[in-house]
């Protein structure tokens, strides 16, 4: 099966895919990733004791900053009416884990993987900056597109999702 990258033009040069033939449908994604810390940090988090405020609270709003700002973080993504942006968090406190998952939606003529997948990687971040004077030794991964809704390729859920 051959796949054609959409962001070169025919000469190589990278391109902003032309989507203004397409017909705006409804698009959903979700993404997640996961931030490991020490007993310590876990421990701070619940308790709400980290120095520089609620860790999870401030994790939430900047992952649906990060979302808003993804065109001018990513070079060939559109700019994109967001019309649904949340960002929550599964705790795993005895496995001293924290799973940001991103939900986006919106109306249009191009999918809103990026977004999701952005607004995570920055939450995360976020958690690490809050905490990084208790531990520097976090480690963030794990960040996938879980679930995708809409589009030409249509509904897609990730096989890693089966196992979770």
């Known amino acids: 099966m051959e796949t054609k990258l959409n962001h070169f033009d025919e000469k190589g040069n990278a391109v902003m895919v032309d989507v203004s033939g397409k017909v705006p449908t409804a698009r959903t994604a979700v993404a997640k990733g996961t931030i490991h810390v020490n007993e310590t940090v876990m421990r701070a988090i619940l308790e709400g004791t980290v120095k520089k405020g609620d860790v999870l609270g401030v994790a939430r709003v900047a992952g649906i900053m990060g979302v808003k700002q ?95």
């Open 70 to 164: 993804t065109s001018s973080l990513v070079p060939m993504c559109h700019p994109l009416m967001i019309q649904k942006c949340s960002v929550d968090f599964e705790v795993d406190e005895p496995g001293c884990a924290v799973t940001a998952v991103c939900t986006v939606k919106t109306e249009g003529q191009t999918g809103v993987e990026m977004e999701a997948l952005t607004g995570v990687s920055v939450a995360l971040l976020t958690i690490y900056d809050m905490c990084k004077a208790l531990d520097k030794s976090m480690e963030i991964g794990g960040i996938h597109l879980a679930e995708k809704i809409g589009g030409k390729s249509g509904h897609y859920v990730n096989p890693k999702e089966a196992y979770d």
